[in-house]
């Protein structure tokens, strides 16, 4: 019996049992302990910040939550995002009590559209006291939420522009972006503020976790306050309604002996990468979902969008993964068909309805062996053949 092909799972193949046996030694297994200032400072260089720019947290969620209120986000402002992104950046706008604006994505790289994004806020908004208003609404319009999708980045430079025109401020959703870049930039050289997931089927991960990162002091020590229940003294005082949203000593020794991995990982995935692109021909009835000029990507997930005419097959191909032991799912259905945002504001969004039956999420796991994967590339060949 052959192994399953999982679609994209871990590797610990490094320190991660020292550093682990190390928390239980020294009894550091909490939201306490050396391994989070080591970690929190190891991503930071590895995304190219200085050291305390980054606040390591209990899942990427969470970090995103507090990066909103960071930047400055309250309750019943609109908050504008792509619609195609993991359900989680919605509703850390919802948790913050905002509410989401739904904008339309690129039709090649299915990441936040500058030119919607421009068109909306031309057509829909007005300026008072500094700040962006929604003209149907009259809500504030408090922040930008650009989101990677499968590795690679928004085209950052174009909405930053954009943002700056109508005052709202950035926070971006790299949940997926470790190990990209923007042009030749790594995501802290953006000079945007951003958070990381550290998920297990991300490309390092930390079993759950996430990081937010930001060039502003002031942004990073609300985040680290908020996250550590906003206390102020040893006498138990607390100056805000914080959260319990760090890391823990245990998480954080996995996610050390991970991101000193993490070249390792990358340069596996662009092999994969290649190795895909170049035994599978679009011409079969399908293209890859290739990175933007602007971007370089992690590979973090290859994926394949059916063309229109060929699109019954993906339940073909569904079935022949199965009957393989291929691990491979339906990926993100657009936010603006989720049952808790069907009434959210958006933008004209009809082309992108049926992308879940046409996109399919290719194996992608960094240990992923080239005898796997040519099972994975027989398994799409017979298909579409
Ligand atoms: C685009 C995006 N945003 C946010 C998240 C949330 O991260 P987490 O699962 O660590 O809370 C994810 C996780 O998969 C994601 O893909």
Redesign the pocket.
């Known amino acids: 019996m052959k192994d399953w092909i999982e679609l994209s799972i871990p590797a610990l193949r490094g320190n991660e049992s020292n550093y682990l046996t190390e928390c239980v030694t020294t009894n550091f297994v909490s939201s306490v302990g050396p391994f989070i200032k080591r970690f929190e400072d190891s991503i930071a260089a590895s995304i190219g910040l200085e050291a305390n720019k980054t606040v390591a947290t209990s899942?990427?969620?969470?970090a995103?939550q507090l990066g909103l209120i960071s930047i400055g986000v309250k309750p019943d402002d609109l908050v504008i995002l792509p619609t195609y992104?993991?359900i989680?950046?919605a509703n850390a706008i919802s948790y913050v009590g905002a509410k989401p604006w739904i904008m339309d994505v690129d039709k090649k790289y299915l990441t936040l559209s500058p030119e919607s994004l421009q068109d909306e806020l031309q057509q829909n908004t007005y300026k008072k006291n500094g700040s962006s208003y929604h003209i149907d609404t009259n809500q504030r319009i408090a922040g930008i939420i650009p989101?990677?999708?499968f590795g690679y980045s928004p085209d950052l430079d174009k909405i930053k522009t954009i943002g700056e025109n109508f005052s709202i401020p950035i926070l971006l959703?790299s949940?997926?972006g470790i190990g990209s870049q923007y042009n030749d930039k790594l995501l802290g050289e953006t000079d945007l503020p951003g958070?990381i997931?550290?998920?297990g089927?991300?490309t390092i991960t930390t079993g759950?976790?996430?990081i937010f990162y930001s060039n502003n002091q002031q942004e990073v020590d609300l985040v680290k306050h908020l996250s550590t229940t906003a206390k102020c003294s040893s006498k138990y005082d607390h100056d805000l309604i914080g959260f319990n949203y760090r890391m823990s000593n245990i998480q954080a020794a996995v996610g050390l002996a991970q991101i000193e991995q993490l070249n390792k990982v990358v340069s596996e995935k662009a092999k994969i990468h290649c190795l895909y692109k170049s035994k599978l021909d679009n011409s079969l009835g399908f293209s890859f979902l290739d990175p933007p000029p602007w971007s370089k990507s992690s590979n973090w997930i290859n994926a394949i969008i059916i063309n229109e005419e060929h699109k019954k097959k993906s339940a073909s191909l569904f079935d022949k993964f199965k009957s393989e032991q291929i691990r491979s799912n339906y990926f993100w259905k657009p936010l603006h068909l989720q049952k808790p945002y069907i009434n959210s504001l958006r933008s004209k969004l009809l082309w992108i309805n049926n992308i879940q039956e046409k996109l399919i999420p290719l194996p992608s796991s960094s240990t992923l062996s080239v005898e796997d994967q040519n099972r994975v590339i027989d398994a799409i060949s017979s298909v579409f053949c």
């Open positions: 899942s990427g969620t969470t995103l992104t993991f989680a950046t989101v990677h999708v959703d949940a997926c958070i997931s550290f998920n089927n991300k759950a976790g996430g």
